[in-house]
């Protein structure tokens, strides 16, 4: 069940190699990640390989039993360790509670091996601390980097700082500055760290950054460089203030504006919310979600735009815990992928095929919007996510109306005589719309992924309105607010296919979020939900497929 549960708490995300089954991974606050992690955007900046033989222990050492050191602090401990593994492209995962309880003790196994002592186990405060800390961590690297190259009497020192110390300063500088933790505690307990997992040096080191770092917060003088100079000038700063990669600030500087462009880094500093969409496919109703949430005390809020989601801003751990997902009464999905499948608008009845379907988000609540009748073929690349479509589709009771298909889209629609009423693509994407709730996402993208991503989009939407029956309905989605992976792509296909037309999105989305060409986008600013594009085109009557 753990590949149900992993989906249930999915939010779709593109996966640019299709083939990887690291993808699989179930994860809780964050989907998982396929691609290897580019931490430093500067050459300078990369210290993998040191990471690398910090975090994997030679064999022999595996064998031993450590002691215990009650007095190190387990919650950075567990983070420092996680985000070494994150560095040497480790999934972001919080394998502590998703997984019961061998992930947690698999996990503690991993950090005790690493540092060479065993710490206390961590309760539920320490969980969250350590999904804090980690995500934080992670999210602000860029500007926790800054700080303490500042700080640093020069910058070689700091080049040359070993992964598990800078780890632990980032740990140290974020707490102190992003979480407003008491300073000198901050400072005791990273340097008692430093010095029990290294050696007393290090924890000399830790000492004297981190109480320069509290003299000059408590001055208000952080470090920080001014925003002026050329707009290549600008967005460098902007990008080391908001912890960005500057090609991000460039891009969404020249498409949206800096204003927009900084309010968006913002909501992608943000804490994620999520949203729980509850399976009417087994017959519950939002308000047995309701009333459970309430038995809970999780604070939630119905959404105003679909039936059948409820918006939780913390909690999820709860709503976890308490086995909500593994009943196979709600899964973690989006508003916004909600509402793609609005867009598609699926009818009992009907034949649908799902192009891109795992591991299965979109699919699972088109099949509860089928209601027993109809099918979908929900295809995917990827042997292994199609698996966790499948085990959950069964969980939820929708499995009857779903049949799966192991292909390349591209070799199928070549193959196959299938034609089908509606037909949605969901297509690899740079998921640049789903930022807050991948914090590492920002750091794993780069810019030349996006011609990549491009030219495939292009293939499967050709490959995609293959399917389509004349008169028939082809979605086309993204998690992505990129302009070049939207409109543009929607434009070039229309141009290489005059037999389809758009068809507007008016009247099955709220209006808030009707582009003027007649599209879908939910823009995470603006309605405060994961960005993303759907577009729907008809397939017209007198062109035969
Ligand atoms: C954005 S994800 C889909 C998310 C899914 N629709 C959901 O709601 O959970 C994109 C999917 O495209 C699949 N994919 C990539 N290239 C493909 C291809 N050539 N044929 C079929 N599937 C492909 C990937 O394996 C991945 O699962």
Redesign the pocket.
């Known amino acids: 069940m753990e590949g149900a549960l992993s989906l249930l708490i ?1 939010s ?4 640019t190699n ?1 083939n990887s089954s690291l993808s699989n991974k179930p994860l809780l606050f964050s989907p998982s990640s396929n691609h290897s992690i580019l931490l430093f955007p500067a050459k300078s900046f990369n210290r993998t390989h040191r990471a690398t033989s910090m975090a994997s222990p030679p064999k022999d050492e595996r064998k031993k039993a450590h002691r215990l050191n009650a007095e190190v602090s387990p919650h950075r401990a567990v983070s420092a360790v996680r985000l070494l593994r994150i560095e040497e492209g480790g999934a972001f995962a919080d394998l502590l509670s998703e997984k019961g309880k061998n992930a947690a003790r698999n996990e503690m196994g991993y950090v005790e091996r690493t540092l060479g002592f065993r710490t206390r186990d961590l309760d539920d405060r320490d969980i969250r601390l350590v999904t804090d800390v980690v995500g934080g961590t992670v999210r602000w690297r860029r500007y926790l980097d800054h700080l303490i190259m500042s700080l640093c009497n020069e910058e070689k020192m700091f080049q040359d700082m070993e992964p598990l110390l800078l780890q632990i300063l980032r740990i140290g500088v974020y707490e102190i500055v992003k979480l407003g933790m008491p300073a000198y505690a901050v400072v005791d307990e990273n340097v008692r760290l430093a010095k029990v997992a290294l050696r007393p040096g290090a924890g000399n080191l830790v000492n004297g950054i981190l109480r320069k770092l509290v003299s000059l917060k408590e001055m208000d003088s952080l470090p920080l460089p001014k925003v002026e100079g050329d707009d290549r000038a600008q967005a460098r700063v902007l990008a080391t203030i908001h912890s960005h990669p500057v090609w991000m600030v460039r891009r969404w500087t020249k498409f949206f504006g800096q204003e927009e462009a900084v309010r968006l880094m913002n909501w992608n500093n943000s804490d994620p919310s999520f949203c729980l969409r509850v399976n009417t496919g087994k017959g519950y109703t939002r308000a047995d979600l309701v009333s459970r949430l309430k038995d809970l005390k999780v604070a939630h809020e119905v959404s105003m735009h679909m039936d059948e989601f409820i918006h939780i801003q913390t909690g999820l751990q709860v709503v976890i815990q308490a086995g909500l997902l593994k009943e196979g009464l709600c899964s973690v999905q989006d508003e916004s ?1 909600g509402m793609v499948v609005s867009v598609l608008d699926p009818q009992p009845g009907e034949t649908i095929v ?10 699972l609540f088109m099949a509860a919007r089928l209601k027993g009748r109809g099918t979908i073929f929900a ?4 042997k292994g ?1 199609l698996r966790i479509l499948k085990d959950t589709a069964k969980l939820l009771d929708v499995n009857g109306v779903i049949t799966t298909v192991h ?4 070799l199928f629609a070549e193959n196959d005589m299938l034609k089908s009423d509606k037909v949605l693509l ?4 740079s998921g640049l719309g789903v930022l807050s709730k991948r914090a590492d996402l920002r750091w794993n993208r780069r810019l030349e992924d996006l011609e990549h991503l491009k030219n ?1 989009q292009d293939e ?1 939407l050709d490959a995609a309105s293959m399917l389509v029956k004349p008169g028939g309905i082809l979605v086309y989605s993204t ?1 992505s607010i990129d302009p070049e992976e939207n409109e543009e792509r929607i434009a070039a296909f229309l141009l290489r296919h005059p037999e389809f037309d758009v068809d507007s999105v008016e009247g099955r989305v709220p209006l808030d979020f009707v582009t003027q060409r007649g599209h879908f986008f939910s823009n995470p600013v603006k309605h405060c939900i994961d960005g993303s594009f759907a577009a729907r085109l008809i397939r017209s009557l007198d062109h035969p497929a």
């Open positions: 999915h779709p995300f593109a996966s299709p992928a799902d192009c891109c379907a795992a591991p299965g988000g979109k699919t295809i995917d690349i990827n996510r292909a390349d889209l591209r969901d297509a690899p994407c495939l499967l998690c």
